[in-house]
């Protein structure tokens, strides 16, 4: 019984950790709706990604995107060549 328990609470407490600090990244992230890519540029400068494996379909962009999926879902508007990357520069 013991030897369960110290092997138990550790494993606990670091899928505890690892679940908390997930949910901290995206919750860090202020979900805002911008008027139109100049205003979302001016904060994020490659523009926003739905997922880090999305790939860009309009040619070379020289900033890397920020990936946010709230963050893209709240501007997909300003998508206009639906790559799932908004107002990538």
Do not use: H, W
Not at 18 to 28: K, M, V, Y
């Amino acid at each position: 019984m013991k030897k369960y328990l110290s092997v138990g609470i550790p494993f606990a407490l670091l899928v505890g950790f690892t679940l908390g600090s997930a949910g901290e990244t995206e919750a860090a992230t202020k979900i805002i709706t911008f008027k139109n890519c100049t205003e979302l540029n001016k904060v994020y400068k490659g523009g926003v990604a739905r997922s880090a494996s999305v790939k860009n379909k309009g040619g070379k962009t020289y900033y890397k995107p920020f990936v946010s999926q709230a963050l893209y879902d709240a501007n997909k508007k300003s998508d206009r060549d639906k790559d799932l990357i908004a107002c990538e520069r």
